[in-house]
């Protein structure tokens, strides 16, 4: 088995602790209307019933509102729209795609640069894991979901300011099913988000960290006070390559097996 590069979690009992954080660095967004296009994005597959994501996690239990997923859809769509600001400039750069799907359907990519396939997965700001739910993966890791869905060659991640979460459990939505629109949209509009992108990882790294059993077990504890609901692969954000190292490793042909 390859020696792997990436440090565990530090583990006691049922605990586990991040030890290779990353300090959050914000960008703004250079365009307004990222944001609006995410906010529609979210509404409609949500509030607005015109599309819909899975009320829980793969592996995992908790029944989640609609406030929830909202949350989890705008931060998820968002961090899209950041690695699109990130390559800005590159060749055959593609937009977030924005089409709304039903339940069992998931959009086949996040991000083509270059023709190379960039996965994007989003956190909150204080976040420091790139987390995969094992579900949803195979050992040599293909993403193994949804089958029209492709495995990425890298996986970048980014985390946002301000929380979603946190702004409507202020006004007490998070846990809602139902939202005034024009509600919501201001309580989006009344703050200026920024991102930060960790950095990436490659598909071959991606098996290393699989093989090595970098899991976060269901119903474990992290920092002795979030709750699993799911079984996760993790890599902490420290463990990440900046993202400005990515031509280097397609040069190096490390990208694909």
């Known amino acids: 088995m390859p020696k792997s590069k990436f440090e565990p979690l530090n ?9 290779k954080p990353r300090i959050f660095k914000p960008k703004p967004f250079a365009k307004k209307s990222d944001i609006a296009e995410t906010f529609e994005f979210a509404w409609a597959m ?3 019933a015109d599309g819909a994501h899975r009320d829980h996690r793969s592996g995992g239990t ?10 989890n859809t705008f931060q998820g769509k968002l ?13 055959g750069v593609q937009r977030p795609d924005l089409s709304v ?3 069992g ?3 086949s990519f996040d991000i083509y640069v270059n023709s190379l ?7 909150k700001n204080y976040g420091n894991l790139l987390l995969l739910e094992t579900k949803d993966w195979s050992v040599e890791a293909d993403y193994s979901n949804n089958s029209e869905s492709q495995s990425p060659d890298f996986l970048c991640l980014i985390r946002l300011n301000p929380d979603v979460d946190g702004i409507l459990k202020k006004q007490r939505l998070l846990y809602s099913n139902s939202c005034d629109k024009l509600i919501m949209e201001k309580l989006i509009n009344d703050h200026n988000f920024t991102y930060d992108c960790c950095g990436f990882i490659s598909k071959s790294e991606l098996k290393i ?12 504890m992290l920092n002795g006070r979030t709750k699993m609901d799911a079984e996760n692969y993790y890599v902490q954000a420290g463990d990440l390559t900046p993202l400005d190292l990515i031509a280097e490793f397609k040069k190096s042909n490390t990208v694909k097996d």
């Open 11 to 19: 583990k006691v009992g049922d605990n586990f602790y991040i030890t």
């Open 117 to 123: 396939h960039i996965g994007v997965k989003s956190t």
């Open 79 to 91: 961090a899209e729209f950041a690695i699109s600001q990130e390559f800005l400039g590159f060749d």
């Open 101 to 103: 799907y039903g339940l």
């Open 62 to 71: 908790l029944k989640r509102k609609n406030g929830e997923i909202f949350a």
């Open 46 to 48: 949500t509030f607005g």
């Open 209 to 220: 960290v699989f093989n090595n059993r970098f899991i976060l077990p269901r119903h474990a």
């Open 105 to 107: 359907k998931w959009d």
